[in-house]
């Protein structure tokens, strides 16, 4: 009888340790989470070949296109955000919905057409 209550009081201090260690994980994680940012938020990704993705970025004003592979990340091209009809709070909504491929097409198409109406080119 006594090997049970030996066994009890160990399992009984075990999940007392195990629920103070998850305790203070989600306190911390909730108090210190560096993940969220205000002014940067990852509007889409593309996966292309051989591990390489296109992220387009939403940082403070301006819509940035990045390259990335496994080893590095190059900045590719930005837009004003005033310029790009993107609704943020609409992206939210639709965000599983949201093509990457089409509105990569409008950006592109944007800004050849800027280009091409430019008196100094």
């Known amino acids: 009888m ?3 209550w030996e066994t009890f009081k160990i399992t009984f201090y075990l999940v007392l340790v195990i629920g103070f260690i998850l305790a203070i994980y989600y ?8 993940n969220n940012s205000r002014q940067m938020e990852i509007i889409d990704t593309m ?3 051989n591990g390489e ?3 387009l970025v939403k940082v403070f004003d301006e819509i940035v296109m990045l390259g ?3 080893e590095e990340l190059n900045y590719l091209r930005s837009w004003p955000l005033d310029e790009i009809d993107l609704n943020s709070r609409e992206l939210e909504k639709n965000k599983n919905k949201t093509d990457f491929k089409e509105k990569l097409k409008s950006l ?3 800004d050849n057409n800027s280009n091409s ?4 080119a």
């Not at 306190?27 to 560096?34: A, T």
């Open 2 to 4: 006594d090997y049970l």
């Open 47 to 49: 996966r292309l070949a």
């Open 68 to 70: 990335g592979s496994k």
């Open 117 to 120: 109406s430019d008196p100094d």
């Open 53 to 55: 993705t296109i992220y």
């Open 108 to 110: 592109i198409a944007k």
């Open 27 to 34: 306190l911390l994680k909730n108090r210190f989470n560096l």
